[in-house]
């Protein structure tokens, strides 16, 4: 009776003694097949290996596949393989290769069925890994070896790059070895992604997408800027939606048009859109020699590129060219005047603009608005100094460029014909309509003034400092009862300006210059000028040198010189004479340069409100002073230079007296009795010396008159008739709006300062 429990007790330890295995060991074990051979049910195990030994998978792994396994002493470390359910043997083999490659083991196939098992961070090509060309050649599972693809189309480096990027997020870093000459790439990745990686290849090594090539004639555009527009209108479209103009898919539902759908299959269904402006890519060169446009892309996108380029090369309509003749401005300058009215704010210039200078001077000749150090004017004690003083008095030899010149701005071409003098534009008419209204405004004739001028010299006595003494101590000498009012002031020296009407008679002449000290006077003289200077004549100490008028326009300047040029070495070379051991003797060959010793009265004027001229006035004046200096054999003159400058204003019809270069002259002169006087020790008996000391003052006299209407202009004519007696000459000058001379009118009469 005690046997059968203990026998019980054994079965049920035997019994239960697989299933504490199962819980407490970490090795599954594979189960036996059933009994009967005809089932066709696969091998089914357990895989369970929670935070296991690597080294126990792989020993669970060589038994599932019978295979030897060569493991590498890197080969270490924990890996978590838990499937709930049993799965079959194939199916159990590739999950633990699968696990054993997410975890950076490398399992590598060698010769018969040796494995080689490769540790973390270790090159899987350190090992024997076997290379393949052919996919059906690849080894089940996730065994590494290294596929080699022979590529037809697609470049070998392009391709690596793509696979790079793609197994970087699926199974590492994959060493791929580019091959540009065979066209060839290497691949080492485990079997089941280098599958993958076979598709993908064949998916991308297709024939290129057909292309067409053609040259495009262009008739009226440059080739070299149609190109550039088509450059920056493809790749602004290629920046806006995918690079390098990809080709978009259609989506679902939504109809192609009919102006860009495409009718080749084998474009994938394309579409041009907005942000993909070609299908492909485009290469466009410009042919400069032959004005023509190379393109090379495929056929889909040649009528739209042709399209294009025939709308660029358009033919502009401009219209009639108007011609805007100039009578009192130059072409050439108010070229750029038009030119800025004409652009748009913030818009910058096209090409061919003439920039405008705002420091460009105005076409007058340089004065310096002070003496430089080296330099002296005349003071108001009369004395002058020698001075470096340079003065262009000649007009500029400098050719001028008459060639037209022509500018672009915007739709609107502006020419310039410099030999016409003359505005062509060629624009739409807002434009011509603007252009005419600005040249209306600045094509206008400029006010011209009349310049008066008497110079002479005044001799002075011992008790006179400067010629305007003189004028002093004759008007004590005249009646004061006689005498006018201070009707103004000069701007600069606060100088009367007198009435004309006493200036014949000289009744207190200049009460009011006492404090000149040798300065200027203003007068105004008004048509009495030629009594004043009669007067003066009269008196025999006032000598009158010359007696000019010039015309200049306003804001412009008026040269008046008289002189002469004296002779002045400037080297000598000397050479000998002769041949022979003896030279004979020396040739001298003198340089002469001619030096003008003139006086030189320069003059800007301009022209303020009511006919008030503001005058920039240089008097120069150069004279021999007797004294030589000796140079290599030569006598050098030496020739003092004075000069005055100033700047006034005075009313229209005023006289200006400019005085202060003031000259001393010494003579000595003996008198005698002939032949008597020039016996020695007893000629002085018979002869007298008499030493005397003379002062002269150079006076200048000059009179502004403006000429702002042809009216002015006639009268200042008239006034010539009477001295030069060119009557009919001037007459042929077309004033509609005055009176003919032979019709005996009296001419209004000129207008005088106004009484302040």
């Known amino acids: 009776m005690l046997r059968r429990p203990f026998i019980c007790l054994v079965l049920a330890l035997l019994v239960a003694l697989p299933v504490l295995a199962q819980v407490n060991g970490p090795t599954p074990r594979i189960l036996p097949r059933p009994v009967g051979g005809n089932s066709s049910e696969p091998d089914m195990v357990t895989l369970q290996f929670p935070n296991s030994d690597v080294i126990d998978v792989l020993h669970f792994y060589e038994n599932l596949t019978g295979s030897k396994l060569v493991i590498d002493n890197n080969v270490q470390g924990k890996v978590n393989i838990f499937i709930a359910q049993k799965v079959p043997r194939k199916e159990a083999i590739t999950i633990i290769e699968m696990n054993l490659a997410l975890n950076g ?6 010769e018969g069925d ?243 200078n705002p420091n460009q001077q105005r076409n007058n000749p340089s004065r310096n608005p002070s003496p430089s150090p080296n330099q002296s004017s005349t003071n108001l004690n009369g004395t002058a100094s020698d001075s470096t003083l340079q003065v262009n008095e000649e007009l500029s030899t400098t050719a001028v460029d008459t060639a037209p010149q022509a500018v672009t701005v915007g739709n609107t071409k502006l020419i310039a014909d410099s030999r016409a003098n003359s505005i062509i534009v060629l624009g739409n008419r807002e434009v011509v309509v603007k252009v005419e209204k600005i040249l209306d405004e600045m094509d206008v004739k400029a006010p011209q003034v009349a310049l008066s001028t008497v110079i002479g010299e005044l001799s002075l006595t011992n008790n006179e400092e400067f010629g305007v003494d003189y004028f002093l101590q004759f008007t004590r000498r005249t009646s004061p009862n006689n005498g006018v009012g201070v009707a103004g002031a000069a701007s600069n020296t606060g100088a009367p300006i007198l009435d004309p009407a006493s200036l014949i008679t000289f009744p207190n002449l200049m009460n009011a210059a006492g404090t000149l000290g040798g300065g200027n006077l203003y007068i105004a003289a008004g048509n009495t000028l030629a009594a004043v200077v009669r007067a003066l004549d009269s008196t025999g100490r006032f000598h009158t040198i010359s007696r000019p008028t010039v015309f200049t326009s306003n804001n412009k300047k008026a040269i008046i010189a008289s002189g002469q ?50 005058l920039d006035i240089l008097q120069k004046l150069d004279s021999l002073t007797g004294a030589v200096t000796r140079v290599g054999g030569n006598d050098i003159p ?92 001037l007459d042929q000058d077309d004033c509609p709006d005055c009176p003919p001379v032979i019709d005996g009118k009296q001419l209004p009469p000129p207008d005088l300062p106004l009484e302040k």
């Open 114 to 356: 040796v494995v080689e098992v490769v540790g973390v961070n270790k090159n899987p090509r350190a090992a024997a890994v076997p290379i393949i060309s052919d996919p059906a050649d690849l080894p089940e599972g996730a065994k590494v070896v290294s596929f080699l693809f022979h590529l037809n189309y697609v470049d070998p480096q392009e391709l690596q790059g793509v696979l790079s990027q793609y197994l970087s997020g699926i199974g590492g870093q994959a060493p791929i070895l580019a091959l540009p000459k065979s066209s060839s790439l290497l691949v080492t990745q485990s079997s089941d992604v280098l599958r993958k990686i076979v598709r993908m290849v064949q998916e991308l090594d297709i024939a290129p997408a057909a292309v067409e090539s053609a040259f495009i004639k262009l008739e009226r555009a440059d080739a070299s800027k149609v190109v550039d527009m088509l450059k920056d209108i493809f790749e602004k479209g290629a920046d806006s939606g995918q690079a390098g103009g990809a080709i978009r898919g259609v989506r679902n539902g939504i109809p192609i048009p009919a102006n860009v759908q495409q009718g080749d299959n084998e474009e994938g269904g394309a579409v041009l859109s907005e942000d993909s402006l070609v299908v492909g890519k485009i290469k466009m060169e410009a042919d400069v020699r032959t004005n023509r446009i190379h393109v090379v892309t495929r056929p889909v996108n040649m009528p739209f590129v042709r399209k294009l380029i025939s709308e660029f090369d358009a033919n502009v309509e401009f219209g009639k060219p108007v011609t805007r003749p100039l009578q009192y401005i130059a072409a050439g300058d108010v070229l750029p005047v038009l030119v800025q009215a004409l652009t748009e704010p913030g818009t910058e210039n096209q090409q061919g603009q003439a920039s405008l």
């Open 105 to 110: 083991f490398s399992l590598v196939p060698t």
């Open 638 to 729: 030496t020739i003092a230079t004075r000069y005055i400058r100033t700047t006034v204003s005075a009313p229209n019809g005023s006289t200006i007296v400019l005085g202060g270069l003031i000259q001393d002259e010494k003579r000595r002169s003996r008198n005698g009795i002939p032949i008597l006087d020039r016996i020695p020790l007893l000629g002085s008996l018979f002869s007298s010396t008499t030493d005397s000391k003379n002062r002269t003052e150079l006076i200048v006299l000059m009179r502004p008159e403006v000429s702002l209407t042809n009216l002015d202009l006639y009268r200042t004519r008239a006034k010539l008739e009477d001295k030069t007696h060119f009557g009919p000459e």
């Open 565 to 614: 040029e004296i002779p002045v070495p400037t080297n000598t070379i000397s050479s000998s004479t002769g041949g022979g051991i003896i030279n004979t003797g020396l040739a001298q060959q003198t340089n002469i340069e001619f030096k003008k010793v003139a006086l030189q009265l320069e003059v800007v004027p301009l022209i303020n409100s009511q006919k008030e001229v503001s």
